[in-house]
């Protein structure tokens, strides 16, 4: 289903001045390429055909730096703007960007368009989601243009992206944050996107699941059992939607009417990342007053975040909003602040020993969940298996503050992964093995990011246009 575009693949250098290294680089680029061009629809790309047959918000965004990289430059840009414009298309009139689209009518997706309810306030025409995803868009719009040809329709089109980006990023202080503190809940364990994290057992254990209508899960009839969540943890999910469903989906009212709210460091690293990524680039395409007011959320945010530090783990924790307490787990999502913290911050130096430890354990990482904890389970989605997109994220902060070398064994391991397994939408982090969907895109994205000369390091700021971006 290539949408009958060609996929010619841009000529690119390779990241190794080796022979071998350069041959490898192209097979795994065509070979990305090929999974790409099977789940593109022309105006966006699903996540996989099978398992996810519609727009999912951090899928897309993942997906748009590899789109940018195909056929000749202008064609691979214009594609990776309206892979974006596609999905801001759908935000909401509150600000929301919603993590799933329903372009098409598709039955093999639970919970599909019908349940979710959500006529009142998606955008006329296509329905949506009611709940949102890791707000990676600024972050990876940043990327976009730095690479782009900062022409004038390239300008227009950032700009029109990046008032968007912004809106979410204010619907998120509103919505997600009601009492100012500086960090955002998320309302439901598939916002995370980690969806079964241990991080959030006993936060979804509160919630209710009597009166829960009959339901079929279509996940399961496509990967294995023992890879997905649990039909109990199921159960919880639909729970929730059919609770904020019953809500009209009123963001004014979900915050607190919630029985899962968790603030995510993982989560909201992501987002301070992101209004750093704006305060760069809100000048840069005419936006100095967005550039402005993010670079204080982050402040803000970044400051907060301080209050989900565990000094005995030695990483960032979540916090059940509803009891107020720490979440004692080590997952991945406490690592992520490596995206946000400066180099001389103790903590950083925490984190990438934190990282080096997990490696150590599980050499395919990196894990999700510690790999010596005993919720840690190898298979199973968001308990153990290391996903790229994660790694990726991982790697982009560390080269920030200058730990190339932790970058470069992440990326080797991204690496050894796709070309031990293919495409698997994540991996046994003990074995290497591919798990869940096969022919993924935002794995095959990334295996095209890791075959690029220079990886985009955050905050690579000199590129982004005449004025100087703020300070953060
Ligand atoms: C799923 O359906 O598994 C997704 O993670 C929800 O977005």
């Not at 841009?10 to 680029?29: H, K, M, Q, W």
């Not at 199973?380 to 790229?388: A, E, K, S, V």
Request: charged letters at 25%.
């Amino acid at each position: 289903m290539g949408g009958g575009r060609r996929w010619p693949g841009r000529a690119i250098e390779p990241t190794s001045t080796d022979e071998i290294g350069r041959v490898v680089n192209r097979g795994l680029r065509a070979r990305a390429l090929s999974v790409l061009a099977a789940n593109d629809r022309v105006t966006y790309t699903v996540p996989s055909g099978l398992l996810y047959p519609f727009q999912w918000n951090w899928d897309s965004c993942f997906v748009a730096l590899a789109l940018q990289t195909v056929g000749s430059p202008s064609e691979g840009e214009d594609r990776a703007w309206r892979e974006l414009e596609t999905l801001t298309r759908h935000q909401w009139t509150d600000g929301m960007i919603p993590h799933i689209v329903f372009h098409t009518d598709h039955d093999g997706y639970f919970p599909g368009p019908s349940f979710w309810g959500t006529e009142c306030s998606s955008p006329a025409g296509t329905p949506t989601s009611g709940i949102t995803q890791p707000p990676v868009l600024g972050l990876v719009l940043e990327q976009l243009w730095s690479r782009s040809s900062q022409d004038d329709s390239a300008r227009l089109r950032c700009r029109a992206l990046v008032e968007a980006v912004n809106r979410w990023h204010r619907w998120f202080g509103l919505a997600r944050d009601p009492q100012a503190t500086g960090l955002v809940s998320i309302l439901h364990p598939w916002e995370a996107g980690r969806d079964n994290s241990v991080d959030f057992d006993r936060a979804l254990a509160s919630v209710p699941i009597t009166d829960l209508p009959a339901y079929e899960r279509r996940d399961t009839t496509v990967v294995a059992e023992a890879e997905r969540p649990t039909d109990d943890d199921y159960d919880r999910y639909i729970a929730l939607v059919v609770l904020f469903r019953g809500l009209g989906w009123d963001a004014a009212a979900l915050h607190d009417a919630s029985p899962f709210r968790v603030v995510d460091p993982g989560f909201n690293a992501i987002l301070l990342a992101s209004d750093r990524a704006l305060a760069r680039l809100g000048p840069a395409v005419g936006h100095p007053e967005i550039g402005d007011e993010a670079a204080r959320r982050a402040a803000i945010g970044l400051d907060a975040l301080s209050e989900l530090w565990s000094p005995d783990r030695g990483q960032f924790v979540c916090r059940d909003r509803r009891s107020n307490l720490l979440v004692d787990n080590a997952s991945i999502g406490g690592l992520l602040p490596v995206l946000v913290l400066d180099r001389d911050d103790v903590r950083l130096h925490h984190l990438c020993t934190q990282i080096e430890e997990w490696l150590q354990l599980a050499p395919f990482g990196v894990a999700s969940q510690h790999p010596a904890d005993a919720g840690f389970d190898p298979q199973r989605y968001w308990r153990g298996p290391t996903w790229l997109i994660t790694n990726h994220l991982l790697a982009m902060g560390l080269r920030r503050t200058g730990r190339d070398d932790l970058a470069d064994r992440i990326a080797g391991s991204s690496r050894s992964l796709l070309e031990r397994s293919g495409f698997a939408e994540y991996y046994d982090p003990l074995t290497g093995a591919g798990l869940g969907g096969s022919t993924f895109s935002w794995t095959a994205a990334m295996a095209i990011e890791l075959s690029m000369p220079h990886p985009s390091p955050l905050g690579e700021v000199d590129r982004l246009g005449d004025r100087e971006p703020p300070r953060l």
